[in-house]
DNA sequence: TATGAATGAGACTTCATTCAT
DNA sequence: GATGAATGAAGTCTCATTCAT
């Protein structure tokens, strides 16, 4: 309990294992950790825990991990990548030529499933906000990328956006689309079904705004 | 860091009457522990800091509250007693009838500066959304009536809106509103601005659907 | 929790108030205690609750007592000039000549009465057998007087008994009638009848050893 | 202070194998525990203490125990079994038809040997008579079994006894002997022998009423 | 290299005692 | 003198991390 955190150096803080025993058992590691921190978080979670429910030892735990936190960090990560493998694949020449309201629909349910299927997400999202704002930089790092990804997708879209303004409807994007989609999670089936079209209606509504044209032209 | 709070020194406490120094001591650790926990998160926060940023002893904080995640309720409910009295006054018979825009400026506005005002809402508001059982249902009563406040303004403004409609829309606008408001204070100035526009742009967008008619009419 | 014991010196650790209301006030204090500490134990027992329980604030018991510990020696204090008393007052001329049978018989069942109305008999008892060897002195002091004035009516029974030996079997029978007095009162109601007539049993066989001539010829 | 155990400086712990020294690291926490119960009372030892006069840290105190209760309760039954394994050695075939005096004489010399070798048992004996509910149940489960075994062996000696008398017996001399026993020991040599030498009259003169024909035809 | 027992700093909480009112 | 709020030392227990096996 009550470990600072600490800012995430550029550098990784966990040793990628190259054999694939060793990369199983990281990724063992990884998905004990994720169910852990999503059922108590992170500060209930001990490493003894998640050694456990991976099936190894603490010591085992260690020999990938320089502390704790590394573990929380390598998470995020391995989030941070298959969700910037899911948006790459999602954008192809196809989709990106989608009318809005349909590419908008496309990856909210795209996005939806990702986070239904991975629970630790909604912990990694949530607890990254949840220290100061210095500290957050890593969160922002973590969503940098598929904010960027998304900016760059406005950019041909909208060519004349300026890209100060990209950047920010991008980022307000993912921070509402990511809220929503926790939102939708905590209750019933059906409360996720409705927060999940009032998700679409709202950013539909927010980013015709700046592609009025190619979404009335498509 | 902010909302640290200066006491006057030596201050005549002495003076004051017994209940007056007491409910001013309560508030003095409430002021410390919403600056602990906006800074470092709930779990990184002892009880003795709590009690030294108070200028107080662990024993006068137990005096208090019966245990550390008693302080963190009792700073969540002060809150949301704040935001319920700014909601109200903020509803009078003028405001109920401005034009959308003009009203959800007027929230807005003044969310953000309540917000900006206590940081330590942030810690309150991301910390609730952290752990299910416990501390999250506490989180739920706490935004629902804030969340009922604003279903009962929408159904004034449209009374042919469905209740469970009004409801939904009422906790999206109060979930979307909080992350952006805590995504606009974690850079600096001029990007608390920007964010700042685009919740507005957002939300009357979005709620415009619903609100056509007044709008338009406004 | 956890005060260590000190050697009770000889002057008394307590305040003797000789105003009528000050004595009032210092009795409810060791009622309370006697109470308490029966109840559950010195350790589980709080300044607080002793006040509490006597009407009074922890500053009132402090003015009497210098700290806790002088409440439990002043609490065995009364219970031992209490005991002599009795004893005294059993010893008068008519029972002193009382057959061995009759005599102990009558000793035993005003025992048994004062210790049943006087739970923290039990706990007084108890406790001051609970530290180390050195420590126990105060208990032994504690019993000493009521030893003495048993050792002083064997005398007289049996003026051919060594000193030495009075005095031991005086404090045997004194132990061996406490112990048991305290088990007889662990259970139900016939146990403690039972018990009581052991008791006597044993200490009328053991006795009688000593004092035989009297008792037959009795 | 007695019953300090001298520890083999650096003796070949690690040759021992693994589970020899969980139980030889379990034992030293006890030893420790009965040393330092026995010296100032449960309450007034924490676990530090016995942890520190154990060679452990706290942490080494909680694998083996749940809290500290439990360290008193292990030792207590350590102590139980151990008086099991006596009582059970001196009832041979041989013994069980000693004269009442011989027997007597054999039990409580063993008894003696025993609690001046482990002054720790004086501490649990008193203890577990000092709390109503909680410790006490586990004492009269710890008491139980020798008593029943005295019992069991009364039942031997005088079959016309009754069940509920046999069972009053023995536990009025189980306490008996054990108060007189903790007595002997809180001042010198010649004290000790002395009560003891009571005791065995004491007990000789209370059975005897029960046993009177063996005793005599002995 | 893997294991998991051991360590001990440090968290939370209680409560004897003091002292301002 | 009486009150009871305030203090803070100290106790119990946890758990991240290390290291002998």
Redesign the interface.
């Known amino acids: ?5 600490e800012q995430a150096p550029q550098a990784p803080r966990w040793r990628l294992p190259k054999q694939a025993r060793s990369r199983e058992r990281f990724d063992r590691i990884l998905d004990a950790a994720a169910a852990l921190f999503a ?6 979670v001990t490493t003894d825990d998640i050694a456990a429910q991976a099936n190894t030892s603490v010591g085992g735990l260690y020999r990938f991990f320089p502390d704790k936190l590394a573990v929380f960090h390598a998470l995020a990560n391995r989030y941070f990548n298959q969700l910037q493998e899911l948006f790459t694949a999602l954008h192809t020449d196809e989709t990106i030529h989608l009318p809005l309201e349909d590419y908008i629909n496309h990856m909210i349910d795209a996005f939806d499933r990702f986070v239904a299927a991975n629970p630790g997400y909604r ?1 990694v999202f ?2 990254s ?5 210095e500290i ?1 930089s890593m969160d ?1 790092a973590f969503n940098q990328a598929i904010v960027q990804q998304l900016a760059d997708f406005f950019a041909v879209r909208n060519p004349l956006l300026e890209p ?1 303004q990209r950047d ?2 991008a ?2 994007s993912v ?2 689309g ?3 989609e ?2 939708s999670l ?1 209750r019933d089936r059906h409360f996720r079904q ?2 999940l079209v ?2 679409k ?2 950013l539909i ?2 980013l ?2 700046y592609f009025q044209i190619e979404s009335i032209a498509g």
């Open positions: 309990m009550a470990e600072t955190f059922e108590v978080g992170y500060d209930a912990a949530v607890q906000r949840l220290i100061s704002t957050l922002t100060e920010l409807i980022i307000v921070e509402v990511s809220v929503l926790i939102l905590t409705q927060v009032e998700t209606k709202l509504a927010y015709r705004q």
